[in-house]
């Protein structure tokens, strides 16, 4: 499978990435309800099986049980497996020192002595300045914990002054994870996809399916059915999913022409862009595979401009 680099020089992965915010998510997925640890291993087996080898988690996923989840599988696979995390900067983590400490509690619960990627969770700064933060960043990357630093929805001047002081250490910032779908395209337009390309900073995609939108499983008529977090977001009610017919529409019509799925043309979409790598949720084998249905094909210009006018409103 081909691989891409995580900024100008960082490590390379695969151009799909397993997210696992559901794996231990008790508040928003409901784990353990109708799925558990059999079901997140049986994923995990299946995405090695399908050649992905990406893994984005945090310490916050699950309290923690998303990390201790990987660093169970981790264990009994011999394969190279990339993993990245994130740091929380919350308001009672003031000191450099905070940040070896999260970082080691991840380490931990991963089982592994350093991790692929480290990102910032999101760009509050709180008691701890962004200098302290970044400098804190790179000292682990010379201790040879962090492979490579990035953060997570910063805005294009946030991202900026991150690579800035990164830079002053030699350090580049290689990721910004960051929303991004055919509903959600607001990067395009308020400098932050401009930014990155700019820095050879690469996209994380997360939310690429619009929380399972653009499946096209979600209809008006099933709308009132929801019994996760999904029932409160209006974007799932009966006038949110008519509002997204046409692109679910389109989606469906491409997906007839290559034999996929609309999901998976949606991802690579996202993938066709270059140096964008969608983080696409699962929490079994079986939506493991169809996530990997985006990979190995290509669609083309002409689709390509169909899907991006057709989405163009939620720019």
């Known amino acids: ?63 923690g049980l998303s990390e201790q989840f990987l660093g169970q599988f981790l264990k009994k696979t011999d394969k190279q497996v990339e993993i990245a995390t994130k740091y929380g900067p919350f308001p009672w983590r003031f000191i450099n020192q905070s940040v070896a400490d999260a970082l ?11 991790v692929t990627l480290y990102q910032v969770h999101w760009p509050f700064t709180f008691f701890m300045s962004q200098e302290t933060l970044m400098n804190a960043l790179a000292d682990e990357v010379k201790r040879g914990r962090i492979e490579a630093v990035g953060v997570s929805n910063y805005s ?49 995609a997360y939310s690429p399916l619009a929380q399972g939108l653009l499946t096209g499983k979600y209809t ?9 977090g999904r029932r409160i977001d209006p974007r799932f009610s009966k006038a949110g999913l008519q509002k997204i017919e046409p692109v679910i529409s389109l989606l469906r019509q491409i ?21 964008i790598i969608p983080i696409a949720g699962a929490k079994t084998a079986e939506q493991v595979r169809q996530n990997a249905g985006a990979l190995g094909w290509r669609l083309s ?15």
């Open 1 to 63: 499978m081909e691989s891409i680099t995580l900024g100008n020089n960082g490590p390379a992965v695969t151009p799909l990435c397993i997210g696992t915010w559901a794996w231990g998510d008790k508040l928003f997925w409901n784990y353990g309800n109708n799925y558990g640890a059999d079901e997140l291993q049986a994923a995990f087996t299946a995405a090695l099986e399908v050649g992905v080898t990406f893994f984005d988690s945090a310490e916050v996923y699950g309290l």
């Open 104 to 114: 080691t509690d991840s380490l931990k619960r991963l089982q592994r002595e350093r």
């Open 156 to 204: 294009e001047q946030q991202m900026r002054e991150a690579h800035q002081i990164l830079a002053a250490r030699g350090v580049p910032l290689a990721v910004n994870q960051v929303r991004y779908s055919l509903l959600t395209r607001q990067i395009e337009t308020n400098g932050i996809l401009k930014t990155a390309r700019e820095l050879g900073v690469t996209i994380l």
């Open 220 to 228: 008006p008529e099933h709308a009132s059915h929801l019994k996760d």
């Open 255 to 275: 997906g007839e022409i290559h034999g996929r799925t609309p999901a998976q043309v949606a991802l690579n979409w996202l993938i066709a862009q270059g140096n």
């Open 301 to 315: 210009d002409d689709e390509m401009k169909q899907l991006e006018e057709v989405s163009r409103p939620y720019k």
